[in-house]
């Protein structure tokens, strides 16, 4: 992996069951023999067209290119909750050994999931889980300790409008887990004394497409004239803010921030539009989770919490509770640090 990009450190630290308030609950485990033969991996990411999962894609690429195992990339066009579901059909039919998803929702999923692993096929989750289904998978990649996330972000957008004033949320889809987790963070936090004189204004919803992402974020500035911030936890809605912002010449007036990647956000840090914002490195994600798929898929890695297995050069990683791996803490991007990442 490139030197330069953040160095995540493995954590035996699950997602607590009560962040995303449902029970623990015991991964599945296929009972098929081990692969003998070249592996097969699909990962399945939301949506087309998104900076972040291409970034996630390298790293399966990465990994693929170390152990061996074909690999594909499978995406719907939009990151609506039932259109993953044709390609898992698709990938199963096609004799896919491990689909590893980024799910859409927590729910719709679930029939396809059970019949692909009806036959054979391995699913690990990455980015975000099957929340409140996670027995439904085998394991989890998350890129951080997600459970810490919501708080995180409120800190960063409290540090940029002095801690009072109005400010917006611009999520992806209203069924995404990892934002609906993240978003109650974000509110359990704004419950601090420190964050009192904060306030939540609305949370709107671009669905991870840029022109939607884009006509949400000018809609905020209309609707809330006072605006101080657009705070978007999803790569697809930071930069559609920025653009907004910058197009407006609202840059200083209404500060943006969230989670993006550094190639993406680089100009708007660079003229000024955006202070900082924060993200992990999605390609050392993707290089795990195709170790972990090639090592299910072969039987070489058996999840259970507590179970360490090697990564590559990203060094070990540990299962914790519901199997769950966190990779590492957040990096918050300025101006002064952006030009030494690029994804």
């Not at 599945?28 to 003998?36: D, G, I, K, L, Y």
């Not at 995180?152 to 069924?175: N, V």
């Not at 905020?220 to 907004?244: C, D, E, R």
Request: hydrophobic share 40%.
């Amino acid at each position: 992996m490139n030197s330069n990009k953040m160095v995540l450190a493995a954590t035996a630290a699950a997602i607590a069951s009560t962040v995303f308030g449902c029970k623990p609950k015991t991964a599945s485990v296929v009972n098929e023999a081990p692969v003998t033969g070249t592996v097969r991996v699909c990962f399945i990411p939301k949506n087309t067209g998104n900076p972040y999962f291409d970034a996630v894609n390298n790293g399966f690429v990465q990994a693929s290119s170390a152990l061996h195992f074909k690999y594909t990339e499978q995406a719907p066009a939009a990151a609506d909750a039932t259109d993953q579901i044709p390609i898992i059909q698709q990938q199963v039919q096609d004799g896919v050994n491990v689909i590893a998803i980024s799910p859409n929702s927590p729910d719709a999923l679930d029939p396809a999931i059970r019949a692909a692993e009806q036959h054979g096929v391995r699913v690990i989750t990455i980015d975000a889980d099957l929340t409140g289904n996670e027995n439904l998978r085998s394991a989890c990649v998350l890129p951080t300790d997600f459970s810490k996330l919501g708080a995180s972000q409120i800190e960063l957008m409290g540090s940029l409008i002095g801690y009072k004033g109005g400010f917006a949320i611009l999520s992806a889809t209203t069924d995404a887990p990892n934002q609906n987790a993240w978003i109650a963070g974000m509110k359990e936090a704004l419950k601090l004394p420190k964050y009192a004189g904060m306030h939540l204004l609305e949370v709107a919803y671009g669905n991870d497409d840029p022109q939607k992402s884009l006509l949400e974020a000018q809609s905020l500035m209309t609707k809330y004239p006072q605006l101080k911030g657009i705070l978007s936890p999803t790569t697809v809605g930071i930069a559609a803010a920025a653009q907004a912002v910058e197009t407006a010449g609202a840059a200083g007036k209404v500060q943006v921030t969230g989670l993006g990647t550094p190639n993406q956000m680089r100009r708007f840090v660079e003229d000024g539009t955006v202070q900082k914002f924060a993200l992990w490195d999605p390609a050392q994600m993707g290089y795990t989770a195709g170790y972990l798929a090639e090592g299910l898929a072969k039987g070489t890695i058996h999840p259970a919490p507590g179970v360490t297995f090697t990564a590559g050069t990203e060094g070990k990683r540990v299962f914790g509770a519901n199997n769950v791996i966190s990779n590492g803490p957040l990096v918050v991007f300025t101006k002064s640090n952006i030009g030494q990442y690029h994804f």
